[in-house]
Structure formats: structure tokens, C-alpha cells
């Protein structure tokens, strides 16, 4: 159970997570499988969005998964994972991945997701999450850009429900 009001981005990020791409790894396509991708994406989420809440938390969306080139066999996969927001008791998390060629040193970037978490109490309940302490320009911008996302996911489920209504 989390005790702090506010916590730093940088103590619950994660910098340069590895995976080294391997044949079981690849599609049809003989590229990285994009599923495998997404869930390790999910999976290091979740440990910023636990390190940040204290809590168990659970993925509430995924969004904005763009897939910008593929990762090919023997590349290493870069993962950089960091809070972007904190609300009452829900976080978004951003995720980058780069995929790395060992053997040149080339890298380029594959992916770039936000993925919002609710943090759980012991009761299943939303929990309290602390507030973040920015500590950079770019922190900043990712917090601000955070509120524009959420405040887009909102306005979506709002003209959702419409359709709802009429299928009823």
C-alpha cells in the first residue's frame, strides 16, 4: 500500500529492459510477432504502474500502440517504460521500444504505446495513487500530452454509450 502523496517519474521507470529476438519470436513474415511485442510491453507497464501505486493494479486501456518498423531475428529489443499521469487511482504509461542490431550498434524505433492502469486496494477497489513530481521539460510534455490522451478516451466512451442506447 502506497504511503507517499507524490513520487518522482524516475522511481518508477524502467530504462533499457532487453530481449533478444530468437526464431520462436518470429510471424510468418519472418519479422518480430507484434503479439509478443504488446505483451511484454503490458507486462514492464505493469511493474512501473505497481513501483509508482503500490498496489496491484490491473490494465485498464490500451491505446495509441503504433507499430513503426519491424524487429527482424537476432535483433535486441530496447524497452524504456515511465509514468506519463496519475489521476485518482488511474496511470497512464508510456512504453518505446527500439530494436537493436548487437553486431552494428544500429538501432531504430519499432513501437510507441500508452497503456492507462487502475491501481487495486485490498478489496478490489480503485485505490488512491500518488501524484507525480515532474522532473524534466520532457516529463512535462509527456504529462500534459497524458491529459489530452485521457481526456480523448472520455470523450469516446461518452459517444459510445449513444450507440448503446439505440442497440437496446
Not at 507497464?45 to 490500451?62: D, P
Not at 495509441?64 to 499521469?85: C, G, W
Not at 518505446?96 to 510507441?112: F, M, P, Q, W
Request: charged share 25%; net charge neutral; aromatic share 8%.
Amino acid at each position: 500500500m502506497s504511503q507517499q502523496s507524490t513520487k518522482p517519474v524516475s522511481d518508477s521507470s524502467i530504462e533499457g529492459q532487453v530481449y533478444k529476438v530468437f526464431p520462436n519470436d518470429l510471424n510468418a513474415h519472418g519479422t518480430a510477432f507484434g503479439g509478443m511485442i504488446m505483451a511484454k510491453c503490458d507486462r514492464l507497464s505493469l511493474v512501473v504502474a505497481e513501483r509508482h501505486s503500490g498496489y496491484v493494479c490491473v490494465t485498464a486501456s490500451v491505446d495509441s500502440i503504433h507499430f513503426m518498423a519491424p524487429a527482424k531475428e537476432n535483433d535486441t529489443l530496447v524497452f524504456k517504460v515511465s509514468i506519463n499521469r496519475a489521476w485518482s487511482s488511474s496511470m497512464e504509461i508510456g512504453v518505446r521500444v527500439e530494436a537493436e542490431n548487437s553486431y552494428t550498434g544500429d538501432s531504430k524505433h519499432i513501437l510507441s504505446a500508452y497503456f492507462t492502469f487502475v491501481a487495486l486496494d485490498e478489496n478490489n477497489k480503485p485505490a488512491k495513487v500518488p501524484a507525480l513530481t515532474i522532473e524534466s521539460a520532457l516529463q512535462e510534455r509527456r504529462f500534459q500530452q497524458a491529459a489530452v490522451r485521457r481526456e480523448a478516451r472520455l470523450q469516446t466512451i461518452e459517444k459510445l454509450k449513444n450507440y448503446e442506447a439505440i442497440e437496446r
